[in-house]
């Protein structure tokens, strides 16, 4: 009977104990989710109803001071955690998990962006070499102990694409040419985010540089369907020199017209015509990474 009665009272003490567990003031940890906005790091990524096709291992995620509104993004100089976003838009394999302030009134703020680039206060930069796919998800609020959200992280590529075919006018004009050595598009290539604004720059001190696009090269004319010559992403803005090499002919810059500028998270499509007497003519079709609109242009 002892036995049973000091039982009974050992129960009591740890159902007490347990009892008295701060349960509210156990840290919460934040959920995150992702999309992307219709476009297609190395190379284009590509989604689908705003979900990534394939996962994109590697965001950054940043994480403002806890406040109530307007968060002070210029003073953010470090990552706080990488993670994964996967097909469904679920975002997983967080390095560090982040939890809600123990002060209800302040929400929790975040921003994202992918690929990895170097940090700065207020400011990330990259140096890109044309198939660099820069995606940004601006700020967003987590809520807070309180009242908690999934921080929903919104991602838009910041960066225009340049797709390139190329096609003959004449079996003539194939002889006359040759095959295509390269084509290559003049571009910043030291970029800044400022993370308040969201805005994606030329770097301070720019760095010009002509950027290959990621065509299999040397491509052979073709007369009939126009093949592909790869593409390049740069920043957006007023459209970038063009420059095409052949087998038979020097570099030449080229330009085009009916396209005079290009738009973050859009392709622009853009058909070379070579004809038969040494000119190359020029058409171009806007897509937001699938359609689009055109224009044309010669040389």
Known sequence: MRKIILAI?????????????????????????AGLSPVNTRAPIISSGGLPTSPIAGIQILRAADITASPDWSVV???????????NGSVGSISSTQYYNA?????????????????????????????EDIIVA?????GNKASPVTAALAFAHKLTQLQFKVIAASSTAV???????????????????????NALAAASAP????LSTSGSFPITLPTVTAADAGLVMVLPGSLNTIKVTTANSPEQTVSISGLTTTVAGSAHLITLTFTELGGITFSATLTDWVTGTGGSGSL
């Not at 100089?77 to 097909?87: D, E, G, H, I, M």
């Open 207 to 210: 760095v010009n540089t002509d």
């Open 175 to 197: 002889t006359q040419w040759g095959t295509v050595s390269s084509i290559k598009v003049n571009a910043d290539t030291a970029l800044e985010l400022a993370l308040s604004t």
């Open 77 to 87: 100089a470090s990552v706080a955690a990488t993670a994964t976003v996967a097909t």
């Open 9 to 33: 009272l050992a129960l009591i003490v740890i159902a007490g104990c347990v009892k008295d567990l701060p349960y509210k003031d156990l840290p919460i940890p934040i959920q995150f989710n």
């Open 138 to 142: 601006p700020s967003v609020s987590a």
């Open 103 to 131: 002060n209800p009134a302040l929400n929790a703020w975040f921003m994202s962006f992918y690929p990895s680039g170097t940090m700065g206060t207020g400011k990330v930069s990259w140096t890109i070499t044309g198939q």
